[in-house]
């Protein structure tokens, strides 16, 4: 047991903060309310105690007016730092072995969402360490155990769900929030908050490649999320096709089976949004290139099977079309090592 105060890593922080501002939170007069420098924000390695956050959630909820701040899938996910999804990404093959190395990992980089595992054949129990007495704003607890879900979902790329959700405060008066965010039985006034998982999710695979890798494909989603938001079906598209090209699993069919569509379904609803399975296909390709080119340290040879091309000669003609130029140009002068003026 931690015998010193516990803290938060400054990256976390950094994500509640943004996703604080996109709810017309003024970042900058919350810090200063809550009494954090905001220079511990900056440190790549900086911790903040867990009191100071205390303080910065019930600010916010005050400042919002949102008695459930954060419990909103889409929005944490949106804000949700994706170096700390990327860190649960090693050479683990199964969930499984992925949350048994974090849970003892979690207390060094961020303890104040540090877990433990309790078996209860043939599933288990993920329990938070911390936060198991009313004192603490609920609101940053439901949001840590939302964002324990999310970076599940996002290492297996799986619509991975808890059987069932624990949490140590009383029922609120309209749950639907929280059925929203954990679309399972829920139970309120438990000893504990815990997240029940399936013993069959936790052999799922995580995602393959490295963790830049992984930070790249996610950047690639939040420019599709941006550019397509409203074009619901294109988006979904997308973000499939982000998941599968590296499968080599995009054919229209599967991919129409995965919306709950048939082939004509979905023809007519992208056409419906001006743009096709091909143009998708091809803008997905576009976007993963760019970044694994300019964003990432990614071996060239790797890329067309990532891709889902063929081979290097189908791969560099099609970076010829996008950019004019070779793969290995393209990376000279847009790469992270390219030369500064």
């Given at each position: ?27 900058a ?70 949350l ?27 329990a ?61 006034d ?15 695979p ?43 699993e ?16 979905l ?75």
């Amino acid at each position: 047991m931690s015998t010193g105060p516990t803290a938060t890593s400054a990256a976390w922080v950094r994500g509640v903060l943004r996703m604080f501002e996109s709810q017309g939170v003024d970042s900058a007069r919350l810090l200063q309310a809550a009494e954090i420098d905001p220079a511990l924000l900056e440190d790549p390695h900086g911790r903040l105690e867990l009191e100071a956050v205390n303080r910065l959630w019930r600010l916010a909820v005050a400042a919002s007016g949102q008695e459930t701040l954060g419990l909103d899938r889409a929005l944490a996910s949106r804000y949700l730092d994706l170096e700390i999804a990327a860190n649960w990404i090693g050479s683990d093959a199964t969930l499984g072995s992925v949350l048994q190395s974090q849970a003892s990992y979690a207390a060094l980089t961020n303890d104040a969402s540090a877990f433990t595992l309790e078996p209860e054949h043939p599933n288990v129990w993920l329990a938070l360490t911390h936060g198991n007495d009313r004192a603490y704003p609920r609101q940053r607890i439901e949001y840590a155990m939302l964002a324990t879900v999310l970076v599940m979902q996002r290492i297996t790329r799986c619509l991975l769900r808890p059987l069932a959700a624990e949490f140590v405060f009383p029922e609120p008066a309209d749950a639907h929030r929280h059925r929203m965010a954990f679309p399972c039985p829920l139970r309120f006034d438990r000893p504990a908050n815990r997240l029940l998982l399936a013993g069959e999710d936790l052999e799922l695979p995580v995602v393959s490649g490295s963790a830049s890798v992984f930070v790249v494909e996610e950047r690639v989603l939040e420019s599709l999320l941006a550019d397509l938001g409203t074009a619901r079906t294109s988006f979904r598209v997308a973000q499939e096709l982000v998941g599968r090209l590296r499968k080599g699993e995009f054919q229209s069919q599967s991919l129409a089976a995965a919306l709950g569509l048939s082939d004509t379904q979905l023809a007519r609803q992208l056409r419906a949004e001006r743009t096709s399975l091909e143009d998708l296909l091809d803008r997905v390709r576009r976007e993963l290139a760019h970044e694994y080119l300019a964003a990432s340290d990614a071996p060239l040879a790797e890329m067309p099977g990532w891709l889902g091309l063929r081979d290097a000669a189908e791969f560099a003609a099609a970076v010829r079309r996008w950019f004019g130029t070779t793969p290995a140009d393209y990376r000279r002068h847009h790469g992270p090592d390219r030369p500064r003026a």
